[in-house]
């Protein structure tokens, strides 16, 4: 099993910047995506960005330009650098591994953001 540590959410004005962190324990050789998920009330949980072993990346639409994901493979961590936010981006943010279906997840960071 792989367990996933979320850290960095908060309260920031539009415009704003946030860095978010999850590191990940346990079983990590297992790990090949890490990546970042949200929902914001009333909404379906959706992808943010993830990031392979690789390093190759991809974006939800939404977030492309704004949002920078990188993996650091040593210390088993994934972080989420959003820039530019904006209230739309207000949800709780997910951490997940090998996707959504028979992944991971972290317990969740809350992010804020007011207008």
């Known amino acids: 099993q792989v367990q996933l540590v979320e850290s960095g959410g908060g309260l920031v004005q539009a415009g704003g910047s946030l860095r978010l962190s999850c590191a990940a324990s346990?079983?990590?050789?297992?790990?090949?995506?890490m990546g970042w998920y949200r929902q914001a009330p009333g909404k379906q949980r959706e992808l943010v960005a993830h990031?392979?072993?690789?390093?190759?990346?991809n974006y939800a639409d939404s977030t492309k330009g704004r949002f920078t994901i990188t993996r650091d493979g040593a210390k088993n961590t994934v972080y989420l650098q959003m820039n530019s936010l904006k209230p739309e981006d207000t949800a709780v943010y997910y951490c997940?591994?090998?996707?959504?279906?028979?992944?991971?997840w972290g317990q969740g960071t809350q992010v804020t953001v007011s207008s």
């Open positions: 346990g079983s990590t050789f297992s790990i090949k995506i």
């Open positions: 997940n591994t090998n996707g959504p279906r028979y992944g991971y």
């Open positions: 990031i392979d072993s690789g390093g190759s990346t």
